[in-house]
């Protein structure tokens, strides 16, 4: 069956540190794969979306990477602030009729002043 | 954009009651998504509307939950006979796909969800 593997345990690091946050998946071949954001008590907020044939995709300080191979992306947050500080989570299309996104189970991030 | 909007934030019901969550999408948006959230879980996928076409309903947790979107608008999510195990966040998303309904990459506009509470 499809699955997505976040890192359940809580990632600390010290402000202007860079975070990186893995998504690793089975038994899907995404087109693409998203990232995004979600605060306690609030909805997700859309990050970035990289494609298949995009290795590396850049905004501000996200970089996302996506390799194909090793079935894997990587969601880094360079010169992190404690305003970063959220649950990140990855999500996969699934074939519903339409492709539905499928998100993992996020992982939180907690930067330090 | 004034956002997706969900009434209630918070509703608080007996086991056994049903409810109704309202959803208010993008205005420009064709499509609007209900999923549910648990605690330390990532959002779960149960239900789609293109316009005012439900075109995907298994994934709804049991024959107590319906959804309608009657005008293409707004969209409601009712329980029936609600159990202790529907206490969770229910959240609404919404996306424009095109006139085709062919961009299924974009991304997903979230509202802040209902929690839903079953004593």
């Known amino acids: 069956s499809q699955k997505i593997e976040q890192n359940s345990e809580a990632l600390n690091i010290q402000e202007g540190k860079t975070a990186t946050l893995t998504c690793n998946y089975t038994?899907?071949?995404?087109?693409?794969l998203q990232w995004y954001r979600q605060d306690p008590g609030r909805g997700p907020v859309f990050l970035l979306l990289?494609?298949?044939?995009?290795k590396e995709k850049r905004k501000e300080r996200l970089k996302v990477t996506f390799d194909t191979t090793l079935k894997q992306s990587l969601f880094h947050i360079t010169a992190s602030q404690p305003a970063d500080s959220a649950t990140y989570l990855c999500?996969?299309?699934?074939?519903?009729?339409?492709?539905?996104?499928?998100f993992g189970r996020g992982t939180s991030l907690i930067v330090h002043p | 954009d004034t956002g997706v909007s969900q009434d209630p934030r918070h509703k608080i019901t007996k086991r056994g009651q049903n409810v109704t969550f309202r959803c208010d999408p993008i205005?420009?948006?064709?499509?609007l998504y209900w999923y549910r959230q648990t605690l330390g879980q990532g959002p779960e996928f149960l239900t789609y509307?293109?316009?005012?076409?439900?075109?995907?309903k298994s994934r709804l947790l049991s024959d107590r939950f319906s959804a309608e979107r009657p005008k293409g608008s707004f969209s409601t999510l009712e329980i029936q006979r609600t159990e202790q195990g529907d206490s969770a966040m229910y959240l609404c998303?919404?996306?424009?796909?095109?006139?085709?309904?062919?961009?299924?990459?974009?991304?997903?506009?979230f509202g802040d969800g209902t929690r839903l509470s079953i004593l």
């Open positions: 038994n899907y071949s995404p087109a693409y």
């Open positions: 205005s420009e948006h064709n499509r």
């Open positions: 509307f293109q316009n005012e076409a439900q075109l995907e």
């Open positions: 990289i494609r298949e044939n995009e």
């Open positions: 999500a996969l299309p699934t074939w519903w009729g339409s492709y539905i996104p499928t």
């Open positions: 998303a919404s996306s424009y796909t095109g006139t085709g309904g062919k961009s299924d990459n974009q991304p997903q506009h």
